[in-house]
Structure formats: C-alpha cells, structure tokens
C-alpha cells in the first residue's frame, strides 16, 4: 500500500486509511486529515525529513514518521 | 466603542454579557478582541499566540461586555492544553454567548470546530473574520444564506481592516436577547435513523430535560462524558443504554471504522462541504495560479538554501542590533552623564549625593542606555511572529532538532526565548508531550533573552572592535543555541526519555504585518523594559548602592586624608583616592559578601565586583549592568578622563574573566520572575530546583573551561 511519504512533490492523492495510533488519529482528523480527504504534496524538506501538504486550503506540516502513517491512492 | 461611552450607563440596569470567543488557531481572535475594545493583546501569525485565556472588558450601548479571548483549538480533542483549555472553559464555566470566530478564506477547515460547537446547546454567533482576505482571493461567501443554513447568524467582519465589527457587536445583543434556537446541523441518512430512534425513545418516556432531545441524542451517540454520566442516574437508562450501543455500532459499521469519533469527524465533514458549496463561490480563477506563499515558500523553504536564509536573517538582526543600536546610545549616555552633572551641585548632603547620583542616575542609566538595542531585537521577534516565517524554520528545523531530540514546534518557544523567557516557558505549551514541554523548558534558559543583550552589549562593546563587535554578538547567541541543543541531546539521554511527539503543524500563509501592528507589540515590550528599570531595577540600584556605601569605615578616611596631604603631584592623589574608595567599597557590607564567597568564583578568574553582580543578576539580568555600573563608577577610575562604564570594564576586567563572565551570564538562571513562570508551566517547584542546580553546575562548568582555554589561548 501507498503511504504519503512515498508521494513525490506536487503529487495528488486522497487519503484511503489512517494507520495512526488513537492520539495521532484525532489529531490528524482534527487537521482534517480523514479518509476521502484530498491531499497535494507541496514541499520536502532535506532528506525528507519533514513533508508540506496541502489539505483544503490549509498548509500542514507532517515529520516523516507520521507520514507514512497516512495511506493514500491516486485519484 | 472606546472603553467608556458618552453615554453614562447607570451600574444597575446595565446588563452584563459573557461572551466567549472561539476558534481555529490564527483566525484573528485577540485581533478581534483588540478592534472592538482598546485592549493591546499579543498578536502573530502562527497558531498558540494565546495560551491562556484572557478576558477584556468594554461597554458597548447599555450593556457591559466581558470577552473571554480563549487559546485556539483545531477540534476538542484534548490534544493539547489549549485545547483543554479551552474546552473545559466552554463545558464547565459560565457564559452567556459563544462567538465563533472562523477564517473567512478557510471555512471548510473552520466549520469542523463549529459543528462541534453546534452540539453544545449554547446562543452561538458566527463571526466571519478576515473577509477583507477573502475579497482579495475572489472568494465570496454569502453570510444571509448561511445564516439561514445554519440558524445561526453570521456576520462578516475584518479584525484588520476594523469593519462590520459594529453589526457583529449587535448581532450579539440581538442573540442574547432572543431565544435560543436549535441549529440545523444535517447527518447522514444512517446516523439521522439512529438519533430519530433515540429521540422517539425519549419522546415516548417523555424524559424531562433542559436540551432538546435531538442535542442529547447527538451527544449520547458521540460519548460525550456530561450527557452520559446525566443521563446514567435516570431509570431509563437500563433501557436506553442497549439502543445506544447498537446505534453507535451502526454508525461505526456505516464508516468502516471502530472509533466514533472518526465517525462523526467524518460526518461533520461531509455537511461541511455541502455548507461550503452552497455559500462559498470562487469569484476569480486565480486560485490556479501559484499563490503569493507558495511563491514564497518556493524560497524560503528551499531544501539547500532554506536554513543558510535563515541564518543570515538572524545575523543581519544581531548586526544591526549593534551597529544601529549604538546610535542613538551615545546620546543617551550623554543626556545621563548630564543629568547626573547637572543634578549634583544641587544636593548639598554627600550620602544623598551619592545616592542619587552614583546609586539611582547610574543604575537606571545604565540600564535605559540598551533601549535602543532592545527594540531592534524586539522588531526583529515581532517581524518573526506575525509575518508567518516562524512555521517555516520550524518546518526547516524538525529535522535537525529531532536528532537533539527536541521537537520542530520547540523552535517557537525557543525562538521567544530570545526577547523573554516569560513568554517562552508560557508558550511551550503547544507541546502536547510533558517530557518534551519539560525539555524545552529545561532549554529556553540557553536563548539569551533580551535583558541579557545589554550585558553583552557591554562587553563586547568593551572587548572588541566596533565592526567585530555585532558578530561576537551573533556569535554568542549561536554558540547560547548551540549548547543548548546539546544539553536537549544531554538530557533526552538522561532525564527525559520516552516516545517522540508527532509534529504535525499548520502552516499560516504569509501576511505582512501592518506597522501599527509591529509598533503596539514593540511599544508594549519596550515600556514593559522601561517601566522594569524605572521600578524594579531602580530599587535594587539602591540597595547595591546602601550595601556598597556602608558600614563607611572612619578609619580609614583618616589614614588616607594624611597621606593624600603628604602626596606632591596631582596624578598621585587620585591615584590614592581611587585607593580610599576602593578601600572602602571592600569594607562594605556588599564587598563583605563578595570576598566571602569569592573563593567560590576565584577559579573562574572572577574578583569579588564580578561575583556580587552575578549574584544580583538572579534577581534579573538587568541588575547586573546597573550593579557594574554601581561598583566601578566609585573605585578604580585612575584616568580621570574616561567616564564610561565600558573602559572601565576594559581596565578592571581581564578577558579572560570576561569571557568565563559571559559564559556565566549565558547559562545560569535568567531572573526570579521567569523562574517563577518556569516553575508554574512545570508543574512544581521541584523542577525549578532541578532548573537551579542543572544552570548553576552548567555554568560554573563551562566557564571555567572557557576562563582555562583563554588563558592557555591569550
């Protein structure tokens, strides 16, 4: 399965599952991050360590761990 | 509405409104708050500017208002202490009317709390701030239909641009003097069934309740704590309970997920679009386009060049903090050195001479002198806050601080710490994790703040060129960040071990900070130094000024008036009374207590002047330029012609003391007020104890090192 961090920048996707543990969760949803949600990739930091997206209008930034915790699909 | 109408509102049949605002992070609360009354709350451009709540009070018409400003909360997940903040506020206290404060540009992502707010049975008003941005984006949003859509009315308004905050400010009365109506708040087909089932249940047992049986429903099928511990006492409950259960198994079936909460996230989302689509239209194409911050972005957050753009900024700030900063000193240690000329010849006394002149003129002065430098680092802070580059180097800086095991949203406190460390431990607390608020707690100290700056200010002005000195400046300040990243790495290892909290962080879109904006912050700041040095500094100059005056020993007045008298040249006899002063200045209560513990400091190189100005700085860093300016405007001038304090630091004070000094002033404590913060924000004084030790022991390590190292090095 496709998680975010496997996204490229200006890649768009939509959200499939939320993998992360019961904290993380309400605090992605909260953020609008839920399944069906439509994401873009925006921005990389060195080595990927931390990611930009995009959900909505909203700018957001994700450290690598918790990307990989989202898992996507092409639309 | 300025604080006090014209119109004279008689106490008694004024009525009071409570009203609480909330909303998402960075939607412009406090900047609403501060357009409709007079209030000066700190505004900036990044989420968690209000960590707590505040509350403002203005008269409007015949009513008096109290605005609860409440910290923002993306949802009530409790994630956060602001979001515990601000839901418990909301669920526990009394009030009378909520705004909603929403993000005009950005409503999607904003209803998601409003849906939450709408289960709360509370009068409710939406304001749709930032509708000046919204017109500039094309985005145009029909606040009549969504009045209606919702029942609940909705005002467009701009905090910034100060309009439609007069309709808003009605609006509210209108609704506080109304009814309370139910909103329309619209599930799906699935969940609709489940609250219908609930709500005949109820209706058939004809349940007694204040809220309306569809609110309590709703809140029954989304656990909502209040409602089911009410609703566990009734005797229906036995019955009730299975019908909840099986409904929410429904629901969670109809999701594919085993968490309600998800459920219904995904619920409210759902109406949220269709709230959306139907009020929100897109005037312009332009959106396509790359925007104004994604442009920026581009730049600032460039994977190569995004950290060295950083640097430079702060470089540049600290060079100009020097370079500019020392401008307009110059004027101000003439107008000081005047004042105290100008004052002397008139007090006849020679205590009371001495203690306006040597202990209040030059205390104060001493301290009023870094004014100008102060400011400039406060503009530069303020520049930082609200143009929205503070996320950006958070963003640019997880990476790197996650090896020190410190956390990207660390930056924000970290970087406060450069004005106050006040603020700075107050504002840790959008870290959710206790071991990480701990640690970076633990680490503001590291990040001079602003009352340091003068102290250094001093040094390096004395110890360095002029072109040299703004990078000594800047390098202090990066060697203070640097350690502490490795006692973060330190104590990660040792004392706060655990699991990483997850950084995820809204990333606000650039604004350019209007200057009347910058201005309040800085002028508030900037009065809050002025005032510290008029009150709180003047009064410890004072004391070191008693403390280092007397016990005046007779004696010894005597044994130098004979040799002064028996002295030929001129030079030799101020060579002598600078030998009484000093003479006495040891014998003094403060001179006592500095010998004393000198032999404490004696490795460090310090002599006991040094040492009773460390001490004083505990109580605040300003104390330690006022008390130097004390004790080496009485002894040790031999060249009569240099008045100020920092060729006098230059001629008393080795360097290599000096730098173990700065050493010193970097680590150790800042000031009791800010231990006394750190302490709260902790959660005990047990950790301002550990605070104390881990500084102390720090400092006194690294000095005499650096004391050491520049010895062997000069």
Not at chain 2, 203 to 232: C, D, G, M, P, W
Not at chain 2, 255 to 275: L, M, S, V, W
Not at chain 2, 438 to 463: H, K, N
């Amino acid at each position: 399965m496709k998680n975010l961090l496997d996204c490229d920048r200006g890649e768009k996707v939509k959200v499939s599952k939320l993998n992360a543990a019961y904290d993380l969760k309400q605090r992605l949803i909260s953020f609008g991050i839920m399944k069906d949600a439509e994401l873009e990739v925006l921005a990389q930091a060195p080595r990927k360590k931390t990611i930009e997206i995009k959900v909505g209008k909203m700018r957001l930034a994700l450290r690598s761990e918790e990307a990989a915790q989202i898992e996507v699909k092409e639309i | 509405m300025k604080e006090s109408n014209e119109k004279i509102v008689c106490p008694i049949t004024a009525k009071h409104i409570k009203v609480a605002l909330v909303g998402q992070p960075n939607v412009g609360k406090s900047m609403l708050i501060n357009s409709v009354s007079n209030a000066h709350l700190h505004v900036g451009n990044f989420s968690g500017v209000t960590v707590d709540k505040t509350e403002v009070l203005f008269d409007y018409k015949d009513y008096k208002f109290t605005v609860v400003d409440l910290p923002g909360t993306y949802a009530f997940t409790d994630y956060t202490i602001e979001e515990r903040v601000t839901h418990n506020y909301l669920c526990a206290e009394e009030y009378d009317i909520i705004i909603n404060v929403m993000d005009s540009t950005n409503l999607e992502k904003n209803l998601q709390l409003t849906s939450e707010l709408l289960t709360m049975s509370k009068k409710l008003v939406i304001a749709l701030n930032m509708s000046d941005e919204a017109d500039k984006e094309g985005i145009e949003v029909n606040a009549q239909y969504m009045s209606e859509l919702l029942n609940i009315p909705c005002v467009k308004v701009s905090a910034a641009a100060k309009t439609g905050i007069e309709e808003l400010i009605d609006t509210v009365v209108k609704k506080f003097e109304g009814e309370k109506k139910e909103p329309k708040l619209i599930f799906s087909e699935a969940v609709e069934e489940e609250i219908e089932n609930i709500v005949s249940y109820l209706q058939k047992h004809n349940f007694q309740a204040v809220n309306s049986y569809r609110n309590i429903a709703i809140n029954l099928l989304k656990e909502n704590k209040k409602t089911y511990e009410k609703l566990h006492e009734e005797p229906i409950w036995t019955e009730l309970q299975p019908i909840v259960i099986e409904a929410s198994k429904h629901i969670e079936l109809h999701h594919n997920t085993d968490d309600i909460k998800e459920a219904f996230a995904e619920e409210y989302a759902a109406f949220n679009r269709g709230i959306v689509a139907e009020v929100v239209k897109q005037t312009t194409t332009k959106h396509e386009a790359k925007t104004l911050t994604e442009k920026i972005d581009r730049l600032l957050i460039h994977p190569i060049f995004g950290i060295p753009i950083f640097l430079f900024f702060m470089w540049s700030l600290f060079q100009l903090t020097f370079t500019l900063g020392n401008i307009p000193m110059d004027w101000i240690s003439a107008f000081f050195t005047w004042l105290g000329t100008t004052i002397a010849p008139t007090i006849s006394n020679d205590d009371v001479r001495s203690l306006v002149v040597d202990g209040i003129i030059g205390g104060v002065g001493a301290v009023v002198l870094f004014t100008p430098n102060i400011i400039i680092l406060f503009i530069g802070i303020a520049l930082l806050e609200t143009t929205g580059y503070m996320s950006r180097v958070a963003f640019l800086l997880d990476g790197f601080f996650h090896k020190f095991g410190l956390h990207g949203q660390s930056f924000i406190p970290l970087v406060t710490g450069f004005g106050c460390s006040i603020p700075a431990y107050m504002s840790a607390r959008i870290l959710k994790n206790d071991r990480d608020r701990l640690l970076t707690l633990f680490i503001i100290g590291f990040m001079s703040c602003g009352a340091r700056l003068p102290v250094y200010v001093l040094f390096t002005g004395a110890f360095f060129a002029q072109s040299m000195a703004g990078n000594v400046l800047f390098g202090i300040y990066i060697s203070g960040a640097i350690l502490g990243l490795i006692f973060a790495k330190v104590l990660k290892i040792t004392a706060f071990k655990g699991v990483d909290e997850p950084f995820v962080m809204e990333m606000p879109k650039y604004r350019l900070p209007t200057l009347k904006l910058i201005w309040h912050t800085v002028l508030t700041q900037t009065i809050m130094y002025l005032k510290k040095a008029g009150t709180f500094i003047a009064g410890a100059a004072i004391l070191v000024w008693f403390l280092s005056n007397y016990p005046h020993d007779v004696n010894l007045d005597k044994v130098y008036a004979a040799k002064i008298e028996k002295s030929v040249s001129v030079k030799q006899k101020a060579l002598l009374e600078n030998q009484l002063a000093e003479a006495q200045l040891g014998e003094s209560y403060l001179g006592r207590l500095g010998k004393f513990t000198q032999p404490i400091v004696a490795p460090l190189g310090f002599d006991w002047k040094m040492n009773v100005a460390l001490q004083a700085g505990l109580a605040a860093k300003e104390v330690v330029v006022s008390t130097l300016g004390v004790l080496y405007s009485i002894g040790g001038d031999v060249d009569e012609s240099s008045k100020s304090l920092a060729n006098n630091i230059r001629k008393n004070i080795p360097f290599a003391s000096a730098v173990a000094f700065i050493i010193v002033i970097m680590i150790y404590l800042p000031c009791l007020a800010a231990t006394t913060v750190f302490a709260k924000e902790a959660g005990s004084w047990k950790y301002a104890f550990y605070l104390f030790v881990f500084t102390s022991v720090v400092a006194y390590s690294l000095a005499f090192i650096g004391y050491r190292v520049t010895l062997m090095l000069m």
